[in-house]
């Protein structure tokens, strides 16, 4: 059964942290969020004074942050004493569990930067977990050649059965509960993509270049242009068509949690009292007390 696009989603220009010019396309509201996706944004401009002044310290707690890194040289460094070089083709898998404290300074001072922050919620159970932190540079990611295109694979498993030789590449992120896909991937001039996703994720999809055409619900346009996103409905199996000038698309699934979504800020967790406690806790020094 085909997922047919049921949601698009404009992304819209915003600064966050230090005043870095943002476009988000999931997270604009709490109406805009995918379970268990909860927020993504791209950052993308050659302007210094658009990213200069990065992500100084600040904390979160309740879920993990995923940050995708095209172009450009961002460091990281936390309470936990990570420290961690986020280069081009790099990614950055952070758990903010129980707590961390961290902060996200642009390394460069003029040229391009681009790339995408991803936030995935925590089920409940593991809200209060130890925070963890992964940095995995752009050699450890495998790239999976396809008819007319390529996909990077972050997250999750690809696998394709079609060819001579059944392919299948497993991403570097592994051991999370949500069981995320997330594939960059990069289509020629009216490629088609067909893919199997396990019928009980989420799925969405985004587009950072190009055009790229999806079998839609009637009241939608059959389609997605850059930076719109598109929520998928219930099936098992993805058909993606790219546009003439081809397509560049982030790919991302996940098992939803179905819980309650209370987020203050940079806290996400079930409940309100749960909120005011992180409040509580990051104002007294306890948010990062890892007990």
């Not at 942290?17 to 999931?26: D, E």
């Not at 809200?127 to 540079?137: T, V, W």
């Not at 950072?208 to 009637?218: H, I, T």
């Amino acid at each position: 059964m085909l997922r047919l696009l049921q949601r698009v989603t404009a992304a819209q220009r915003t600064a966050d942290g230090a005043g870095v010019t943002l476009y988000r396309s999931l997270g604009q509201s709490q109406f805009a969020r995918l379970d268990p996706l909860l927020m993504l944004d791209e950052f993308s401009s050659e302007r210094a004074d658009e990213y200069i002044a990065g992500f100084p310290a600040h904390p979160h707690r309740g879920f993990q942050t995923v940050t995708y890194m095209l172009e450009g040289h961002m460091l990281h460094e936390d309470h936990l004493g990570n420290r961690g070089h986020l280069k081009s083709g790099g990614v950055q898998w952070m758990t903010a569990g129980r707590g961390i404290i961290h902060s996200e300074m642009p390394q460069q001072e003029s040229g391009l930067m681009r790339g995408f922050q991803l936030w995935i919620n925590l089920p409940a159970r593991a809200k209060m977990c130890p925070a963890g932190y992964e940095d995995i540079e752009a050699s450890r990611i495998p790239l999976a050649e396809i008819p007319r295109g390529r996909v990077k694979v972050i997250a999750g498993d690809f696998v394709d059965a079609s060819q001579a030789v059944p392919l299948q590449v497993t991403g570097p992120v592994v051991g999370v509960s949500t069981q995320p896909i997330f594939f960059d991937v990069d289509l020629q001039s009216m490629a088609e993509f067909r893919y199997r996703l396990p019928a009980g994720h989420n799925v969405y999809l985004y587009v950072f270049e190009g055009e790229l055409a999806a079998r839609a619900d009637s009241s939608l346009p059959a389609g997605l242009v850059r930076r719109q996103g598109g929520v998928l409905g219930p099936g098992d199996e993805v058909l993606l068509t790219a546009g003439s000038a081809g397509a560049r698309f982030l790919l991302l699934a996940a098992a939803p949690i179905g819980e309650p979504v209370v987020q203050h800020g940079p806290f996400v967790m079930t409940t309100r009292a749960e909120i005011e406690r992180a409040i509580a806790d990051y104002q007294s020094g306890r948010l990062t007390a890892q007990v």
